[in-house]
């Protein structure tokens, strides 16, 4: 099936561009709350999950074994900017493990914060991997793959303890198959598993709400949210979708972005997931999205859902400032 049009971007009168894609919202207990589009049809959730991804950190006691402050878990959940504090954070991780910042096996890229990128151009510097948006997710792997009694090398591949772990967590909150034909590959090179949204949703709303879940995994979910929601900066950075909802709304939501148009989060205080993908792999249409939702469901007071409305239906303006159009949610939506 085609999916519906989502998100409408306009210019003067006319809409110029559309974005098509999904949306699952299911409760903890697995019941649909919402389905947009061809829910079914599998998605890879890539950075979307590393909240989820970070559990068997916490679950095992390594984030206590290496003494790991709530900043560097929540930098563990991170997509980040790579600004100083982020790349801090992932070097103080390795250090606390005995690792040097050259074991990371997620490659280098510059930062993605435009301001981190110029300040570190302008001092003459090349960026490494903790600038990766993924050090933290890395950092917190060689960490457990260190507390697991295993050696950091090749903590990537899908047959480390490491991954092995990793994947039980995942197929154990999603309850669909992370079986070796739905992986491929993701951006920092560890396996990533394709599963319908209604899965993912799930696993958020377990995730967001502790319920099916082994009283460990609870916890360590509970304590996962927790130092996200108190250091919302480390998971992505300044002015960032993310970061800048959950310090406005924070335990309230749990927000996380991956690739190619997909964004998740958990709804605690609701029990619910919310999994959604865009099929063009647009950012700014899953933002808006993303946005739609929370308005839909989440109780809100009139300043916290003019903050929200900001992002769900977003004034557009040319380089001069001149007002040109709008990014704005379809009644797809609200339907």
């Not at 800048?244 to 997909?262: I, P, Q, S």
Request: with cysteine; proline share 5%; charged share 20%.
């Amino acid at each position: 099936m085609d999916n519906p049009v989502l998100v409408e971007v306009t210019r003067g009168a006319e809409v110029e561009s559309r974005h098509r894609g999904a949306v699952s919202v299911v409760d903890a207990e697995g019941t649909a709350v919402l389905a947009v589009g061809d829910v079914e049809c599998r998605v890879y959730p890539r950075s979307a999950v590393k909240a989820l991804q970070a559990l068997p950190l916490v679950e095992g006691g390594f984030a206590d074994t290496y003494r790991l402050t709530d900043a560097e878990i929540a930098l563990a959940c991170a997509s980040h900017a790579g600004e100083p504090e982020h790349v801090a954070a992932a070097a103080a991780m390795l250090k606390k493990a005995g690792q040097p910042p050259s074991c990371l096996e997620c490659g280098t890229h510059w930062p993605l914060g435009e301001d981190a990128a110029r300040t570190l151009a302008a001092s003459g510097g090349q960026p490494g991997p903790l600038h990766n948006n993924c050090s933290g997710k890395h950092a917190g792997f060689v960490c457990l793959a260190c507390g697991l009694g295993a050696d950091p090398e090749g903590y990537v591949r899908p047959e480390h303890p490491v991954q092995r772990a990793v994947g039980a967590a995942l197929e154990d909150l999603t309850g669909a198959s992370h079986a070796a034909e739905t992986r491929g590959i993701d951006g920092c090179s560890i396996p990533t598993y394709a599963v319908p949204l209604p899965a993912l949703a799930f696993g958020f709303a377990k995730f967001g709400a502790g319920v099916g879940l082994s009283k460990g995994c609870a916890r360590a979910a509970e304590r996962i949210r927790g130092a996200v929601a108190a250091h919302p900066f480390m998971v992505s950075g300044t002015g960032r979708f993310d970061t800048r909802v959950m310090e406005r709304l924070g335990a309230r939501v749990f927000v996380k972005t991956g690739a190619e148009g997909v964004h998740c989060a958990a709804l605690p205080e609701l029990g619910y997931g919310v999994a959604v993908k865009c099929d063009d792999g647009a950012k700014r249409a899953a933002e808006v999205v993303m946005a739609s939702v929370i308005l839909r469901f989440l109780r809100l007071d009139d300043e916290e859902r003019a903050f929200l409305q900001g992002f769900a239906r977003r004034r557009l303006d040319n380089w001069n400032g001149i007002v040109t159009g709008e990014i704005r949610p379809t009644e797809a939506l609200s339907d």
